[in-house]
């Protein structure tokens, strides 16, 4: 079974990626929603890794969003936005990304993950990391 860190964490990269297509969706001009969507292709292979090691240990694949989790309520609110402005897609992709780092570092500081956990956290740091950069550089533009 996999740690409850772990299994947090893929249901936080789950949430990002409804996340993503959400405001692929939400977004106005062709350019965002294109840098998004290959943003959502990202995540989705980062997705994919966290789940091949939960399939590894046996565990069942994180295939629906949380509900209760933070992110998901973060992202769900681009949808009930008055007006889906590219500056309000960019401010919640932006604070989306800074959670999933924080819990990405959190974790990645913690003793709280398994060897081979921590190796695929590790791997997927880097999108995750990627992916808060392209948030600041999103919202500097479209602000």
């Known amino acids: 079974m996999s740690s409850s860190t772990f299994k947090s964490l893929t249901d936080t990269t789950f949430d990002s990626v409804e996340g993503y297509r959400q405001a692929a969706e939400k977004a106005d001009s062709a350019q965002l929603t294109q840098a998004?969507?290959?943003?959502?292709?990202?995540?989705?292979a980062t997705l994919r890794q966290m789940n091949a090691e939960l399939?590894?240990?046996?565990?069942?694949?994180?295939?629906k969003g949380t509900v209760t989790g933070e992110v998901h309520q973060m992202w769900q609110s681009i949808t009930s936005m008055f007006g889906n402005s590219d500056d309000n897609v960019a401010e919640r992709v932006e604070e989306g990304e800074d959670y999933i780092k924080n819990k990405f570092q959190e974790a990645l500081d913690s003793n709280q993950l398994e060897g081979q956990e921590r190796a695929v956290v590790q791997q997927c740091y880097d999108d995750i990391c990627q992916g808060e950069r392209f948030g600041d550089m999103i919202e500097k533009q479209y602000d």
């Open 36 to 44: 998004l969507n290959q943003r959502l292709q990202q995540r989705e």
């Open 55 to 63: 399939e590894r240990q046996g565990d069942e694949l994180v295939t």
